[in-house]
């Protein structure tokens, strides 16, 4: 499908948000730029809002590897594994050792291998405009036939 607009990622990030609880896992997938920490910044604060909380800065982990957000029973964790070279190194992360009480939305997910249930798999390209994108859903588990709503 095609994003218009930041409006129209903020349209489609509320629908997976209301959607999102513990145990979900979000692969984020597409080049520099695209906009991956920009719809997880729309999926926090769409969270922090429905959860009734004020909205919090959300950054890009890219020296950190990691920002965890607590937003009332639910608990975010925020990767960005584009620094990473082998898949040892996860290893040490311990990515996955409490997904069933996580939210994970990784981005740079290349080296992850591991099998997981519930898993949205978001691809982004980039558009013809400035603030158009491609985007392509493959779903897993709870989210197999979520591309049919949005
Ligand atoms: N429709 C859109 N969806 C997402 N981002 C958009 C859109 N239109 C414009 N942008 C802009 O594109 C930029 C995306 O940057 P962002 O940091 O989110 O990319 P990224 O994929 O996380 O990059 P990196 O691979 O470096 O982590 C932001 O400046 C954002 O405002
Ligand atoms: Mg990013």
Redesign the pocket.
């Known amino acids: 499908m095609i ?4 409006e ?2 903020n349209q489609i990030s509320k629908t997976i948000s209301e959607n999102l609880e513990n145990g979900d896992c979000i692969f ?1 997938i ?12 729309h999926l926090i604060n769409n969270l922090q809002t429905q959860k009734g909380l004020k909205v919090t800065e959300v950054l ?1 982990p ?1 020296f950190n590897l990691l920002y965890e957000y607590e937003i009332k029973d639910l608990k975010i964790m925020h990767y ?1 594994l ?1 620094r990473l070279k082998k898949a040892k190194e996860l290893d040490h992360l311990g990515i996955f050792s409490e997904n069933e009480k996580t939210i994970q939305i990784i ?2 997910p290349d080296l992850i291998k591991t099998p997981l249930i519930n898993k949205l798999e978001i691809h ?1 390209e980039y ?1 013809k405009n ?4 491609k985007m392509k859903i493959r779903g897993l588990g709870k989210w197999k036939d979520f591309e049919n709503e949005i």
Do not use: Q
């Open positions: 994003i218009k607009s930041l129209h990622l984020l597409g080049e520099i730029g695209v906009g991956k920490t920009t719809l997880t910044r890009s890219t960005d584009y981005e740079w982004l558009g400035d603030n158009e994108r």
